[in-house]
């Protein structure tokens, strides 16, 4: 199996602006130490609100079962 060493966060880009201070996940995409891409984890997009990038970090490293500290999150 191969092993994931970078994940890319994506922000969803059609959260109304009423909504002001949520964001939620658009999209997450694992890489090996390649840069190539293992998964696009669509299981993981499901409008779940967040109010930090480190919130939505902490969720998407936990369902992954990885470390924190390989995820960025795309501005």
Do not use: Y
Not at 19 to 26: E, K, T
Not at 29 to 35: F, L, P
Not at 58 to 67: E, H, P, Q, T, Y
């Amino acid at each position: 199996m191969t092993t994931i060493t970078f994940v890319r966060i994506t922000l969803d880009g059609s959260v109304p602006e009423s909504m002001g201070g949520i964001i939620r996940c658009g999209s997450v995409i694992s890489e090996d130490e390649n840069g190539k891409q293992i998964k696009d984890h669509q299981e993981l997009i499901d409008n779940t609100e967040f109010h930090s990038e480190e919130q939505l970090i902490a969720s998407v490293a936990k369902r992954l079962g990885i470390n924190e500290s390989i995820i960025e999150v795309e501005h």
